[in-house]
């Protein structure tokens, strides 16, 4: 991308906010994904990037997460800037304080505020009220700093997106789900997804992710048979099966998921150069035979390390004056 085009998108993404992939165009996240394997080729030569001294982020929690805080705020550092820990014991939302009043509050501190939350709604009210960038570390609904990550793998390894395909296997009511519809639209991605009955992803999101895929001539599918999701498959990615606020659905996912869970019999479906991705933690003889996510197309700790870069690369963008 030139010198030119890259300095006009990093002015227009200027202190925006990050709540879903959809909120991007295909050149915006292109951008993102380079800014991103940029920062993480000076991070290992040592260059150091303080693009954010002086500037502080506010990281909000009402759901725990390893690789979320530790991703934004060692990112934060990195750059320079600092980062707060919040959790919900920490402010005043448990107790009644509207996300309005946060949202102004918090505006008069600090540079930016990431919230980790459950209903996609508190994230877009705290973006209604906010004066500062609002990032997504996850909700219910979605979860696109970690797709974020996920592309960055899929560039790194492949060298290219458009025209490669990933499959989803296992929970397609999920945020990881959606947000690598929308990402795999945006990008040119074909995108299978298999999921049995009862499971299947948000309607609106789906429908949106293959209006976007009609104009990008990529396919966007949804079945519950995951081997013809896979088949010839560059990219295999699956989640947990119950994700957190779901465990008092554990027994019950376990059985109607058994059939999905990802094998190394089952990946002989995909390309033989493929990829398989899985955003941690894993429940291994779970979702995952353990000689899958052990195995030679693994690359989940690579992945997990991105997700360093690819925050510092929404930082940087978002927060950067």
């Not at 994904?33 to 150091?48: C, M, R, V």
């Amino acid at each position: 991308m030139i010198i030119e085009k890259k300095a006009a998108i990093e002015a227009q993404m200027s202190g925006s906010d990050f709540l879903t992939l959809a909120d991007l165009n295909e050149e915006k996240l292109l951008f993102l994904l380079e800014e991103a394997l940029d920062l993480k080729k000076k991070q290992k030569k040592g260059i150091p990037h303080q693009a954010l001294k002086g500037k502080t982020l506010a990281m909000v929690f009402e759901k725990s997460s390893t690789r979320t805080r530790m991703s934004f705020e060692v990112g934060m550092l990195q750059l320079g800037g600092h980062a707060i820990f919040l959790s919900s014991k920490d402010i005043q939302l448990g107790r009644g304080e509207s996300m309005a009043d946060t949202a102004r509050v918090m505006s008069r501190y600090v540079d930016g505020i990431m919230i980790r939350t459950f209903a996609h709604e508190s994230v877009e009210e705290l973006a209604k009220h906010a004066e500062v960038p609002i990032i997504n570390g996850l909700t219910d609904l979605h979860h696109p700093a970690q797709v974020l990550a996920d592309l960055m793998t899929i560039v790194e390894q492949k060298g290219q997106l458009k025209g490669l395909k990933l499959c989803f296997i296992g929970d397609g009511n999920n945020n990881m789900t959606h947000s690598l519809l929308e990402g795999a639209a945006l990008t040119g991605m074909d995108i299978a997804v298999a999921s049995p009955s009862g499971y299947e992803p948000n309607a609106q999101i789906l429908k949106h992710a293959q209006m976007i895929a009609e104009e990008k001539q990529s396919i966007v599918s949804f079945t519950d048979n995951p081997e013809d999701a896979i088949k010839g498959a560059d990219v295999v990615v699956t989640d947990v099966w119950a994700s957190m606020g779901h465990e008092e659905e554990q027994a019950k996912r376990l059985d109607s998921f058994k059939p999905y869970q990802v094998t190394s019999e089952l990946c002989q479906h995909a390309q033989d150069d493929h990829l398989f991705l899985h955003c941690l933690p894993a429940h291994r003889g779970e979702e995952v035979t353990s000689d899958v996510i052990d195995g030679k197309h693994s690359f989940v700790f690579d992945e997990a390390e991105n997700r360093l870069h690819a925050q510092k690369a929404l930082l940087k963008v978002l927060m950067k004056d």
